[in-house]
């Protein structure tokens, strides 16, 4: 099992930053992917961000591409959501997830390739 918990959240203007944590416990923490997803009311979760298991590749949604960062210190056992130009539509609450499996070589962008979840933690921009 891995134990996720996330935290960072809250309410900032259009325009402002926040950055999420995400802190891991339980099993090695380098041994999975990581991503972010979003759920915005009434709509389905969605795939923001992925980092592989030791950093080296990352990967975005283009609608968050150029604004917002993943990374990990695996030595922290945390992964971290930069997020930048925060415009309302980037309202959600955010779920950060492990993965073990990789696809094609890759982390997956779907909440199915992911094994364990956080509780999520709501982002909120006003206009």
């Known amino acids: 099992q891995v134990q996720l918990v996330e935290s960072g959240g809250g309410l900032v203007q259009a325009g402002g930053s926040l950055r999420l944590s995400c802190a891991a416990s339980?099993?090695?923490?380098?041994?999975?992917?990581m991503g972010w997803f979003r759920q915005a009311p009434g709509k389905e979760r969605e795939f923001v961000a992925a980092?592989?298991?030791?950093?080296?590749?990352?990967y975005y949604a283009d609608s968050v591409k150029g604004r917002f960062t993943i990374s990990r210190d695996n030595a922290e056992n945390t992964v971290y959501l930069q997020m930048n130009s925060l415009n309302p539509e980037d309202t959600a609450i955010y779920y950060c997830?492990?993965?073990?499996?990789?696809?094609?070589?890759?982390?997956?962008?779907?909440?199915?390739?992911?094994?364990?979840w956080g509780q999520g933690t709501q982002v909120t921009v006003s206009s």
């Open positions: 980092i592989t298991r030791n950093g080296g590749s990352t």
């Open positions: 997830a492990a993965g073990a499996t990789y696809y094609a070589g890759l982390p997956s962008i779907y909440p199915r390739g992911y094994d364990y």
């Open positions: 339980g099993r090695t923490f380098s041994n999975y992917a």
